[in-house]
């Protein structure tokens, strides 16, 4: 490997597919390529990246690393008493710090236990109209955005991804994101399975610790949640790490 490992993070949403078409195609060649399981992932993203990423990427021999976040990270939900989870109040929202937690130092953590990696260069699925998500390279490990690079955009990943034949990715993040948008929660509900149980499981759970959190707006909990307007609900925020919906 170069002195600085070249590390491909996928998101495992519409920009990383895009990497990931970049890479299959021969126009990137990362030393490692990950995929950080929050063990809170939608489900429609699973699906995606077993039926469509890894078989191709397989194919012209670049094996993603499917890395748990629970074997990494040192928190989960809390930190000590502070909520890690971006939660609406009534007063406001919380930061975000799932994402740093869960992602980028479970990469960090990875990468130097299981590869001895000591400084890298971290490839991040941000296109030219995310602009204000990127962040100079600075230190041991500096982020690298290569579909800025070549000045694609959200719609230009979009049909690179139709050239490969593949179909349109979903958006992703974890089941229980309170970055999701109304429409979102409608839809994850309307589906069924797992994920929205899980999303009102936690909740509950959320609450049993602070009564006054919510996942989804604030005072009013998943369960009750009316969803026939079809209305969105804004959207209030991205990871500042760059490392989700990409």
């Given at each position: 490997?170069?002195?600085?490992?070249?590390?491909?993070?996928?998101?495992?949403?519409?920009?990383?597919?895009?990497?990931?078409?970049?890479?299959?195609?021969?126009?990137?060649?990362?030393d490692?390529?990950?995929?950080?399981?929050?063990?809170?992932?939608?489900?429609?993203t699973?699906?995606?990246?077993?039926?469509?990423?890894?078989?191709?990427?397989?194919d012209?021999?670049?094996?993603?690393h499917?890395?748990r976040?629970?074997?990494?990270?040192?928190?989960?939900?809390?930190?000590?008493?502070?909520?890690?989870?971006?939660?609406?109040?009534?007063?406001?929202?919380?930061?975000?710090?799932?994402?740093?937690?869960?992602k980028?130092?479970?990469?960090?953590?990875?990468?130097?236990?299981?590869?001895?990696?000591?400084?890298?260069?971290?490839?991040?699925?941000?296109?030219?109209?995310?602009?204000?998500?990127?962040?100079?390279?600075?230190?041991?490990?500096?982020?690298?955005?290569?579909?800025?690079?070549?000045?694609?955009?959200r719609?230009?990943?979009?049909?690179?991804?139709?050239?490969?034949?593949?179909?349109?990715?979903?958006?992703?993040?974890?089941?229980?994101c309170?970055?999701?948008?109304?429409?979102?929660?409608?839809?994850?509900?309307?589906?069924?399975?797992?994920?929205?149980?899980?999303?009102?499981?936690?909740?509950?759970?959320?609450?049993?610790?602070?009564?006054?959190?919510?996942?989804?707006?604030?005072?009013v909990?998943?369960?009750n949640?009316?969803?026939?307007?079809?209305?969105?609900?804004?959207?209030?925020?991205?990871?500042?790490?760059?490392?989700?919906?990409?």
């Amino acid at each position: 490997m170069k002195s600085r490992t070249q590390i491909w993070s996928s998101g495992g949403g519409v920009q990383s597919t895009a990497i990931a078409a970049l890479i299959v195609k021969g126009e990137l060649t990362p030393d490692l390529a990950i995929i950080v399981d929050t063990e809170r992932e939608s489900s429609t993203t699973w699906e995606y990246h077993n039926n469509i990423v890894c078989p191709a990427l397989k194919d012209v021999g670049v094996k993603l690393h499917r890395i748990r976040k629970s074997k990494y990270a040192t928190v989960d939900l809390f930190s000590g008493n502070t909520l890690l989870v971006p939660v609406y109040t009534e007063t406001g929202k919380f930061p975000t710090y799932c994402s740093a937690e869960w992602k980028v130092r479970v990469l960090q953590r990875w990468a130097v236990r299981e590869y001895g990696v000591k400084q890298a260069t971290v490839w991040l699925g941000i296109t030219v109209d995310e602009l204000k998500r990127v962040k100079q390279p600075i230190g041991k490990w500096q982020n690298h955005y290569p579909l800025i690079d070549r000045r694609m955009s959200r719609g230009d990943c979009l049909a690179l991804i139709d050239t490969m034949g593949w179909p349109p990715p979903p958006r992703s993040s974890c089941w229980m994101c309170p970055n999701h948008t109304k429409k979102e929660w409608a839809d994850q509900k309307q589906k069924g399975g797992s994920d929205w149980d899980r999303a009102v499981l936690l909740e509950k759970y959320l609450q049993s610790k602070d009564d006054e959190v919510y996942l989804a707006e604030p005072g009013v909990s998943l369960e009750n949640m009316e969803f026939g307007d079809g209305g969105q609900m804004a959207f209030t925020g991205l990871c500042d790490s760059g490392y989700c919906f990409t």
